[in-house]
C-alpha cells in the first residue's frame, strides 16, 4: 500500500515513476494506444476508430472534490487503492501539456488500464506532447473497471481518480477542472467557453475584436465559436478555443487545448456544417458512442447510443481554427441561453452581466443527464465544474469585466415563445459579425426591460419582438424576475449590487 493517509493525504508523490514501473507503458505511440483497444474497435468507412463506452456522459452525481464535499477516510482510500494498483496490473501512462500561456501552461499525467488505451488515444488528439524528464502539475488515474463509480478529486494536490466510468470526458475535464480551479487563485476566472479572434474593418482600418462564448453543451457554443461569420479577406474570424478558457486580471485569455477538440457528433450535417464534418471524419480523429454499421459506415443521425456521440479531433483538420490558443483580449462576452422569453441578444451592465453568470440559464444536455435532456435548467457560469463558492465566482466575474472595461451580452440560439419564431444560425451569426463591426445601433426597450437593438444591418429586427410570441408575455416576464431574483439570493457571498441587477 501506499504511504498516504488520512493524516497524510494523497498527493502527486505517491504515484510511481512510471518510467521505473515494470506495470507500466510510458508514453506509447498513438499506434500502440489504438492497437491496445484493437478488440473493442469498430473501424469506420473513414479509416478511423469508433468505440461504444459503457457510461455515456459524466458521472457529477458521483463527483466530489475536496473544497466543497467533505471528505472522510472512505474517500481518501478510494484515492489510495487507485494509486495502489498502477503498479498491481498492466497501465499506460501518457503526458501532454495543457495551455502555453507562460503563467496557466501545466503538465497533465494521465494513467490508465492497458485494455483501454482507447482513452487515452481520444485524450492525446486534445492536449500537446511535453517535453521529456517534465514532472507533472495534475495526475489522473482511471480505473473504467471498478465496480462502483466514483469520481474524487483534491484540487490542491493536483490529484483526480476516475473509476467506475470508461467516458472520456471524464479524464478530458479532470485536468480542465484544474485548470480553471487555479486560475481563480492567480486572480482570474476559469470559463468553460469559446474563444475566436475577428479581424474586422472598422473606419476603413483592420481591427482585431476579441470574442467569448460561454454556454453549455448543444447550445451553439462550438457551432459559434468555430463560425467565420461569412466575412471576406482581409476581415477573418478565427477560432482560438472551444471549450475551457480562462479570463486573466490583464485582459488576456488564456486557452486551455492546443492540440484538439471533443465534439459533439448528432446531427452533423455536411452541408450545414462542412468544415467540422471535414475533421470528424478524418482517419485521425476518434469516434466514442456514434453508430457504425458492421461495414463501417457512419450514421450521425442515429441515437443508438444516446445522442452525446462524440468526436475527438485536431485542430490542424480545422481551417477556422488559429495556431494560437490565448486571445490577446477580451472585447465581448456572450452568454449563450435558450430561455424562450429572451430576445436574439441583449446588452448587459457589468452588474447585469455577473446576474447573467449566475443564472447561467439553458437547457439539460445528453452531455450533462441524458434523463433531463431539453429540460431548462440554471448553472452557474454555465459551467458545471467549479470549484469554491459559487457566489465568489460571480463576484470575481463582475470585478473582471468592469475593471477590463468587457462588453458582455445574452445571446438566444433557440426560439422565442413556445417554438413559434426560431433563431437561427443565420441571425446569430449577423448579429455577432455586427456586434463585433460596433454598427448595430440600441436601444432600451420598455416591453423587456433590456436593451436590445434597434437597427442591424441585414437583419429584421423588428420581426423578433419577443412579446408578440408569447402570450401574457408581461405577466410572465414578471414571474420570471421574481423567481430569478429568488435563486440569486441563494448565494450568500453574492454582492447585493449582483442580486438587485437581475432582468
Given at each position: ?8 493525504h494523497?498527493?502527486r ?19 500502440d ?18 468505440y ?17 464535499d ?6 481518501y482510500?478510494?484515492?489510495?487503492s487507485?494509486?495502489d494498483?498502477?503498479?498491481e496490473?498492466e ?5 501532454r501539456r495543457?495551455?502555453r500561456?507562460?503563467e496557466?501552461s ?16 481520444s ?6 506532447p ?11 488515474v482511471?480505473?473504467?473497471?471498478r465496480d462502483?463509480?466514483?469520481i474524487r ?6 490529484v483526480t481518480?476516475v ?7 471524464e479524464?478530458?475535464?479532470s485536468f480542465?477542472?484544474?485548470f ?8 482570474g476566472?476559469g ?5 475566436k ?5 472598422r473606419d476603413?482600418d483592420?481591427?482585431?475584436?476579441g ?5 453549455l453543451?448543444?447550445t451553439g ?5 468555430a ?9 477573418s474570424?478565427?477560432?482560438l ?14 486557452g486551455?487545448?492546443?492540440?484538439g ?6 446531427g452533423?450535417d ?9 475533421a470528424?471524419?478524418d482517419?485521425?480523429?476518434?469516434l ?5 454499421a458492421?461495414?463501417?459506415t ?37 452568454f449563450i441561453?435558450?430561455?424562450?422569453l429572451?430576445p ?8 447585469e452581466?455577473?446576474a447573467a453568470f449566475m443564472?447561467g ?14 429540460e ?12 469554491g ?6 463576484n470575481?466575474?463582475?470585478?473582471l469585466v ?10 438566444n440560439?433557440g ?7 426560431d433563431?437561427?444560425?443565420t ?13 448595430v445601433?440600441?436601444a432600451?426597450?420598455?416591453?423587456t426591460g ?7 444591418a ?8 419577443v412579446e408578440?410570441?408569447v ?5 410572465k416576464r414578471?414571474?420570471l424576475?421574481?423567481?430569478?431574483r429568488?435563486?440569486?439570493?441563494s448565494?450568500?457571498t ?6 438587485d441587477?437581475?432582468?
Amino acid at each position: 500500500m501506499s504511504n498516504c493517509g488520512q493524516e497524510s493525504h494523497p498527493s502527486r508523490e505517491d504515484f510511481p515513476d512510471p518510467t521505473a514501473t515494470e506495470t507500466v507503458t510510458y508514453d506509447p505511440s498513438l499506434a500502440d494506444l489504438r492497437r491496445f483497444s484493437e478488440h473493442l474497435e469498430r473501424t469506420t468507412e473513414f479509416g478511423s476508430p469508433s468505440y461504444v463506452s459503457e457510461q455515456r456522459s459524466r458521472a457529477a452525481d458521483r463527483t466530489k472534490n475536496a473544497v466543497d464535499d467533505a471528505f472522510d477516510g472512505g474517500d481518501y482510500a478510494l484515492i489510495e487503492s487507485a494509486i495502489d494498483e498502477i503498479g498491481e496490473r498492466e497501465m499506460v501512462c501518457l503526458d501532454r501539456r495543457m495551455g502555453r500561456h507562460p503563467e496557466h501552461s501545466y503538465v497533465c499525467r494521465y494513467y490508465v488500464p492497458k485494455e483501454y488505451g482507447r482513452i487515452a488515444r481520444s485524450w492525446a488528439n486534445l492536449f500537446e506532447p511535453v517535453e521529456s524528464d517534465a514532472d507533472p502539475d495534475f495526475v489522473t488515474v482511471q480505473l473504467p473497471d471498478r465496480d462502483e463509480t466514483a469520481i474524487r478529486v483534491l484540487p490542491d494536490e493536483g490529484v483526480t481518480v476516475v473509476l467506475g466510468s470508461d467516458y472520456t470526458g471524464e479524464v478530458k475535464k479532470s485536468f480542465l477542472r484544474l485548470f480553471m480551479y487555479h486560475a481563480k487563485a492567480a486572480g482570474g476566472l476559469g470559463l468553460h467557453a469559446g474563444s475566436k479572434r475577428v479581424r474586422i474593418e472598422r473606419d476603413g482600418d483592420l481591427t482585431d475584436v476579441g470574442q467569448v462564448f460561454m454556454g453549455l453543451s448543444a447550445t451553439g457554443k462550438s457551432t459559434l465559436t468555430a463560425h467565420g461569420l461569412w466575412l471576406d479577406d482581409p476581415e477573418s474570424a478565427t477560432m482560438l478555443q472551444d471549450d475551457v478558457c480562462a479570463l486573466l486580471a490583464d485582459g488576456t485569455v488564456a486557452g486551455s487545448e492546443g492540440e484538439g477538440l471533443y465534439v459533439k457528433t448528432i446531427g452533423l450535417d455536411a452541408d450545414e456544417q462542412p468544415e467540422m464534418y471535414d475533421a470528424v471524419t478524418d482517419e485521425a480523429a476518434v469516434l466514442e458512442n456514434v453508430d457504425v454499421a458492421e461495414d463501417g459506415t457512419v450514421d450521425f443521425d442515429s441515437d443508438r447510443y444516446g445522442k452525446n456521440g462524440r468526436a475527438s479531433i485536431r485542430r490542424a483538420d480545422l481551417d477556422s481554427a488559429g495556431d494560437d490558443i490565448d486571445l490577446d483580449r477580451a472585447d465581448q462576452l456572450f452568454f449563450i441561453t435558450r430561455n424562450p422569453l429572451m430576445p436574439p441578444v441583449a446588452r448587459l451592465g457589468p452588474d447585469e452581466a455577473a446576474a447573467a453568470f449566475m443564472l447561467g440559464e439553458s437547457i439539460e444536455t445528453s452531455a450533462g443527464d441524458p434523463s433531463k435532456a431539453g429540460e431548462s435548467i440554471r448553472v452557474v457560469g454555465t459551467n458545471p465544474f467549479i470549484v469554491g463558492p459559487e457566489g465568489e465566482e460571480g463576484n470575481r466575474f463582475r470585478d473582471l469585466v468592469r475593471d477590463l472595461d468587457v462588453e458582455c451580452f445574452v445571446l438566444n440560439t433557440g426560439h422565442l415563445g413556445p417554438g413559434a419564431k426560431d433563431i437561427g444560425v443565420t441571425e446569430s451569426v449577423t448579429l455577432l459579425r455586427e456586434i463585433a463591426r460596433g454598427d448595430v445601433e440600441w436601444a432600451d426597450d420598455d416591453a423587456t426591460g433590456l436593451t436590445i437593438p434597434s437597427d442591424v444591418a441585414g437583419m429584421d429586427v423588428d420581426s423578433f419582438a419577443v412579446e408578440d410570441y408569447v402570450e401574457e408575455y408581461d405577466e410572465k416576464r414578471r414571474a420570471l424576475r421574481e423567481e430569478r431574483r429568488r435563486y440569486l439570493e441563494s448565494f450568500e457571498t453574492l454582492d447585493a449590487e449582483i442580486r438587485d441587477a437581475v432582468y
